[in-house]
């Protein structure tokens, strides 16, 4: 009689107490992702040989690779072949087709479409990238994948656990989408905790801290606001709220926006993502300078656009305002004056930009903490977390459901069984009957939200307990269960309790991943089988410099005049030894052998870029020339 | 009431041991939740005078103990029975923290359940001309000056009824209690009808 609407093969912990494997925190972000360890309570930052700890989270398929490129190296094969380059897949993360259409103008991605639908509720959306389907949470499993093997070679030793982090505000299927994802990156997940809880755990074990606390947590693609309660190592959510669909990258795209429109004309597909990354290196750079210079170059014309940082905050004030509101609304929520408050804290990239720091002052009327890098504390939380699951601690974290849960009912309005912030575990029951005599089923609607119809909250299943024996109307008693575990996922059962006859269920599930596909996907991820570390991040080594090779390669077709024939040589032996390394197993050397292209070609790239201004500018002269001719 | 926990057993649900307490004292195994009040799921004393403090920590003392966070580690038997341990721990906080759920509660131990649910009919008619007269005033108040006064109000009248029902239950008083319980129940209404229209702007979900 059990539903499970989240992912029902529980995987038992395979070692208990000390082992030879690690378990470590990881935030799974929106634009990045981080991977920690805590190790006696001091949780830390893992990184790669160069020392960062950021992977971006960006997945490239490359047409003939069998391994898709993760992070920075992704990152840049953006710029020549976005189509190939997933990037801000968390949005999708347990999204159904029908969902696509509410984001649509925020995705960067083609959405694969199946053809004419059956006319039902439609399956989890699936991207076509680099000449394949792939779904959210392959993606997401790629990311989580990386940050692994990222772990395992900075510890030397196998991970296998994790707590992942996820928004407050992410609803079910998110979150056992999540789940998923790692499962098909072989880690088990100790626990799904959310984003502004384990910030505040970065920073309450810190320091001792006890009282009221607010976490302000603008990721690159959510928003989220929670209230919490710290005391002796307790950490209780009050209160949470916020907005699953705004973020960082809206700051960005607010920009890109702004300068586009000042180009006056249109923009193809394929230069968006340049576009939206220049608008969010002049955003991080407006933090500390009152205005940039910004350089576009697109639709074969090249422009300069400045921007001050007073624009810019004209530009981004309605969407600030939007953070500030949903806060407000958490504290009235909870019954917490600003007032009581003990502190403050700020959560991801976006929470530097001067506009928001001012904003987020002024409505809990306090300057918030920083001392902890934006960036790094949701991992750091999340590791000390894995710690203490593993080796025990005296902490204890008591969340919150984020958003109601209940069913619909007749006419299509919804009947909560458990409101938003109820501290999980939960389970609460609520009992139905029949309307007409003889009636042998019933159906079930799973949903979540906060409006008082159906239409406008989130469906997570559907179901129908068919086999109720025939009785007159009203006298069947059918209890619903809604149970909610410490993860956040969401068990419903339902029964027929009046007569104890076994009744069935059968189970539909709006969206996610049924266990045929996750099977699927788990048998392909083992047939070709991972190539160790080592040879995947040699890989990545390789793409890159291959990426090198084919930009320098075009730029001197067009513009290699501009070197003299001594300078063609250094850079031409740069590259002939570039591509020894290549043929070669170390990663080391491929590595320092990009550099030294990168270097060598440094004085070109800088005489084809004056070049290419020049070019610019003399043609804006021609047309003002034009005007004054035609005006006199 | 939302869980049906299983009997405690006299062995332990592990070794098989003899067990008194809800972890087993010869090898440190969770024992499944027993069927006990809220009051003693919490460790405090069965009474409407609630210390909001003292429970408050006697829930943190509960959730330390049995949290799933606690037996991460352990084998799935554990871990289930720690899941229903916390999800009972929630209920009974969430139950006796609240003034009205914990009257409810209390008189439905008493075998005297508040009759009618949530939307329930008053039947006396004291009760009912009382409601009428929030109700009117809440509909014209329109300054938010005015909104505030009723505010003032409802959180004084509030505080007299909680008091009657605590002098009502320690009398075991209980035809007073339900006549209280039933006042308390549509100041409680009244109350997030008006928290509603002082909202500042709803969260966008």
């Known amino acids: ?632 | 009431m939302m869980v049906e926990p299983a009997e405690r057993p006299i062995s332990c649900a592990s070794c098989g041991g003899e067990v008194a307490d809800a972890i087993c004292a010869a090898c440190n195994a969770l024992q499944p939740p027993g069927q006990i009040d809220h009051f003693a799921r919490l460790g405090v004393d069965r009474s409407y005078a609630v210390d909001p403090a003292a429970l408050e920590r006697a829930y943190f003392a509960a959730q330390r103990r049995f949290h799933p966070d606690r037996f991460a580690g352990r084998g799935a038997k554990e871990k289930t029975f720690s899941l229903q341990h916390a999800t009972l721990i929630n209920e009974a906080y969430e139950t006796l923290r609240d003034p009205l759920a914990r009257a409810r509660y209390l008189l439905e131990l008493e075998g005297r359940p508040l009759p009618g649910g949530d939307g329930q009919t008053i039947a006396d008619p004291e009760l009912l001309m009382a409601a009428m007269e929030w109700r009117e005033a809440l509909e014209e108040a329109e300054t938010p000056d005015q909104i505030a006064d009723i505010a003032r109000r409802l959180v004084a009248e509030t505080g007299e009824v909680e008091a009657a029902l605590g002098t009502a239950f320690a009398a075991h008083d209980l035809d007073s209690a339900i006549h209280e319980a039933l006042r308390l129940s549509y100041l409680v209404k009244l109350g997030s009808e008006l928290k509603r229209r002082r909202a500042p702007g709803l969260a966008r979900i």
């Open chain 1, 1 to 632: 009689m059990l539903l499970d609407i989240h992912e029902p093969g529980q995987t038992p912990l395979p070692h208990a107490g000390e082992s030879d494997t690690a378990a470590v925190g990881i935030d799974l972000g929106t634009t990045n992702s981080l991977v920690a360890l805590s190790l006696d309570g001091k949780p830390e930052i893992l990184r790669d040989a160069l020392g960062d700890g950021i992977v971006p989270s960006v997945v490239a398929y490359l047409e003939g690779e069998d391994e898709p490129v993760v992070g920075r190296v992704a990152m840049r094969i953006m710029e020549a072949e976005p189509e190939a380059v997933v990037a801000s897949v968390k949005r999708l993360m347990g999204r159904g087709t029908g969902d696509v259409a509410v984001l649509g103008g925020h995705l960067a991605q083609k959405i694969h479409d199946d053809g004419p639908g059956d006319g039902t509720e439609g399956g989890m959306v699936k991207l076509d990238v680099g000449g394949r389907v792939v779904s959210p949470v392959e993606v997401s499993a790629e990311i989580l994948r990386t940050l692994r093997q990222r772990a395992e070679m900075a510890l030397g030793k196998g991970v296998d656990r994790a707590v992942i982090t996820v928004p407050a505000y992410f609803d079910d299927s998110a979150r056992t989408a999540t789940r998923d994802a790692a499962r098909l990156a072989g880690l088990e997940v100790l626990r799904l905790v959310n984003e502004p809880t384990a910030a505040a755990l970065a920073y309450g074990l810190d320091r001792g801290a006890e009282g009221l606390y607010a976490v302000y947590d603008l990721g690159g693609g959510t928003f989220d606001v929670s209230l919490l309660k710290l005391e002796k190592g307790v950490f209780q959510v009050l209160a949470t709220g916020g907005d699953a669909a705004l973020g960082g990258d809206d700051l960005d795209r607010a920009l890109a926006q702004h300068l586009i429109d000042a180009r006056g004309d249109a923009i193809a597909a394929g230069d968006v993502k340049p576009v939206l990354a220049t608008a969010r290196r002049a955003k991080e750079m407006l933090t500390d300078a009152e205005k940039v210079e910004v350089d576009l170059d697109f639709g074969g014309k090249a422009t300069r656009h400045v921007v001050t940082r007073a624009e810019f905050e004209a530009l981004i004030a309605p969407l600030v305002a939007r953070t500030t509101e949903a806060a407000g609304a958490v504290l009235h929520d909870a019954g917490v004056e600003a007032g009581a408050l003990s502190g403050v804290v700020l959560v991801g990239g976006s929470t530097r930009v001067p506009l928001v720091r001012a904003e987020v002052a002024r409505v809990f009327g306090r300057a918030p903490l920083g001392d902890i890098d934006p960036d790094e504390v949701v991992a750091l939380g999340a590791a000390l977390q894995a710690e203490a699951l593993t080796r025990g601690s005296d902490t204890l974290l008591l969340d919150v459901v984020p958003l109601s849960l209940g069913l619909e009912t007749m006419g299509g309005l919804i009947e909560k069984v458990i409101p938003r912030n109820t501290p999980i575990p939960v389970s609460r029951a609520q009992d139905f009957t029949t309307y007409q005599d003889g009636q042998s089923a019933m159906a079930i609607h799973v949903v979540q939200g906060e409006r008082e119809m159906v239409d406008q909250n989130r469906s997570l299943a559907r179901f129908v307990l068919a086999g109720i024996p025939p009785m007159v109307a009203g006298a069947a008693r059918i209890r619903v269960t809604f149970t909610v575990d410490a993860d956040g996922l969401l068990t419903v059962t339902a029964r027929e309790a009046g007569t104890g006859v076994e009744a069935h269920v059968e189970v539909k599930p709006s969206y996610g991943l049924s266990e045929e596909e996750m099977g699927d996907m788990l048998r392909a991820s083992l047939e070709n089988a991972r190539a160790d570390v080592t040879t995947r991040l040699l890989a990545e080594a390789r793409v890159d410099a291959r990426r090198l090779i084919l930009a320098l390669e075009s730029a001197l077709a067009v513009d290699g005049d501009l070197l003299s024939a001594e300078e063609r040589g250094g850079i031409d032996d740069a590259r002939a030894a570039l591509e020894t390394a290549m043929a070669g197993e170390d990663r080391e050397t491929v590595i320092a052998a990009t550099e030294a292209l990168e270097t060598a070609g440094r004085p070109f790239a800088e005489r084809r870029m004056d070049r290419n201004i020049r070019r610019a500018l003399s043609g804006v002269e021609v047309s003002r020339l034009e005007s004054r001719l035609q005006a006199g």
